[in-house]
């Protein structure tokens, strides 16, 4: 034991919890570490990427072609509340546009139940929004209902 300036120095052994942690994350880091590495253990996350991907792909709902509300009144009356509080900031409240387009008119993505649909879901670039995921599938139909109400009979329920 050396002495200097009255500090001593003595061989004290680590406590015995210390010992078995830094024991038990060596332990782990071995274990991560042949686990996780592709060249060791064969897992990669695009793999898994890959499986969830096919998983998705075969779990796909078809969305009908065919607006099932088209001439409902109760989901007509529905989907221009629905219009009103989503729709009608761009659209204007008596769908004739304001900062989107004129839905009365002819509409430039095509004016089938299912293009509608499309361009309500996903979106369009150059300003409109993708709706699905707040609105989901059965109020997308029941606006759409809504607006093509007012462009056959040119009047709102």
């Known amino acids: 034991m050396a002495e200097c300036d009255g500090i001593k120095e003595s061989n004290k052994k680590i406590p015995r919890g ?15 570490i042949a686990s996780y590495t592709p060249q060791i253990s064969g897992w990669s996350y695009y793999k898994v990427y890959e499986e969830d991907v096919k ?12 607006n099932p509300y088209e001439h409902n009144d109760k989901a007509i009356a529905e ?4 219009f009103m509080a989503n729709c009608a900031v761009c659209h204007g409240e008596n769908l004739k546009g304001g900062v989107g387009p004129d839905l009365t ?12 649909y499309l361009t309500v879901a996903k979106g369009r670039g150059g300003g ?13 139909w029941k606006v ?13 329920p």
């Open 105 to 116: 008119g002819h509409l430039k993505y095509g004016e089938t139940d299912d293009k509608k």
């Open 18 to 32: 210390w010992l078995i942690f830094y024991i038990g994350v060596i332990i782990w880091l071995v274990w991560y």
């Open 55 to 66: 998983k998705h792909k075969a779990t796909k709902v078809e969305v009908p072609t065919e």
């Open 128 to 140: 409109m929004p993708p709706f699905e995921q707040q609105l989901g599938r059965d109020r997308i």
């Open 79 to 82: 989907g221009k509340g629905i």
């Open 144 to 156: 759409l209902a809504y607006i093509d109400s007012v462009r056959e009979y040119g009047k709102t």
